[in-house]
């Protein structure tokens, strides 16, 4: 797929407190969310859910206990200039919606350096409006991630100061809770100094969605993958090539009642076929061969088509080496084209 000059993705660079960040992540967003508003079914079905009252639960635990992405929030609220409440239900939506329009495919290859790759899948209305988004708020760590716009950053792909990567795939289980809102907690994640904080985090507060994580530390030998619901905490470290898509698929989370769309069950079972075909391939090569992969005409893994089933695009794919002392890593927003950005040691591209 080829993408025109307007639909590339683009690096922006911001600082300052919480609610310093949040506005100028709102402002990079404003026009294009102010836009999907007018016209979009995913916000009309988060309208007509305003009154479910897990949300001021949701409200009232993020202001407690994560007091500075409440303040990020409030500053996203006020840069893209609409109202708080409007501004904390679109983060809810996947907590509040099973399906609500966010996939993504991952693929999991352990070794030395660990490799991830992954396809980052959204509502197509946001090609050409998203960005990677350098992000240094006071009391944090530093860390470089995908960004929609009108969203928190952390739900996507990243990686940090603290040499953490993080990459989220979206699930889809029946039954939520009234917790920290999905969205939130993998924002904190990017805040972790290590693998067992995050862990630790993501255990300590009650829980309102469903994601699946994977985790990796420069320096640190494992390799984790993360599937997280109201009712359940699943860690599995990574011993061999794995592929994950929209579902769960753990052995003590996989039996919970869930929507797996025709996308999801597809994009799993081509993805793990690719892995058994390509067991000798360089990794990078490897998972990018499978994140392009587009094979099947009606539900490819690198998702094209502006009347997509789930009514998901991939944005942009990336590929993470997790050494013993650094992560490099590309981000494409193409498929078989050059990288767009390249993060050889850092946060900060050097050349795109």
Not at 169 to 183: D, E, S
Request: with cysteine; glycine share 10%; net charge negative.
């Amino acid at each position: 797929m080829l993408h025109d000059a307007g639909r590339r993705l683009s690096f922006i660079d911001v600082a300052g407190s919480p609610h310093d960040v949040g506005a100028a992540l709102g402002r990079f967003g404003r026009t294009a969310l102010n836009d999907h508003f007018q016209t979009s079914a995913a916000w009309r079905e988060l309208n007509a859910r305003r009154a479910d009252p897990r949300i001021g639960t949701m409200a009232t635990i993020v202001r407690e206990r994560f007091p500075r992405y409440w303040a990020e929030l409030q500053g996203l609220a006020a840069g893209l200039e609409l109202a708080f409440d409007d501004v904390f239900l679109w983060n809810c939506r996947g907590d509040i919606w099973a399906m609500a329009p966010d996939g993504c495919t991952t693929v999991q290859l352990p070794g030395s350096p660990h490799v991830i790759g992954h396809n980052e899948d959204g509502d197509p209305d946001f090609a050409g409006h998203c960005a990677l988004a350098h992000v240094a708020a006071e009391g944090g760590n530093q860390f470089t991630a995908f960004v929609y716009p009108g969203s928190l950053p952390g739900h996507t792909f990243a990686a940090t100061s603290a040499g953490l990567v993080q990459t989220v795939n979206n699930t889809r289980p029946l039954a939520g809770g009234a917790g920290a809102p999905r969205m939130v907690l993998a924002r904190a994640v990017l805040d972790a100094p290590d693998l067992d904080a995050a862990l630790a985090l993501l255990e300590s507060v009650p829980r309102a969605g469903a994601f699946h994580l994977t985790l990796g530390q420069a320096g640190d030998a494992r390799l984790l993958s993360v599937e997280f619901t109201a009712q359940a905490l699943s860690v599995d470290r990574v011993e061999a090539a794995r592929v994950h898509s929209n579902h769960l698929i753990h052995a003590d989370t996989g039996r919970m009642s869930q929507i797996v769309t025709g996308s999801s069950g597809v994009r799993q079972r081509r993805g793990e076929a690719l892995l058994e075909q390509t067991p000798q391939s360089e990794p990078q090569r490897r998972a990018l061969g499978i994140l392009w992969d587009a094979a099947d005409p009606e539900l490819p893994i690198y998702r094209t088509d502006p009347a997509d089933s789930d009514v998901e695009n991939t944005m942009a794919s990336a590929v993470f080496r997790i050494g013993a002392d650094k992560v490099e890593w590309a981000v494409y927003d193409a498929a078989h084209e050059a990288a767009r950005f390249d993060m050889r040691d850092g946060l900060v591209p050097v050349a795109g």
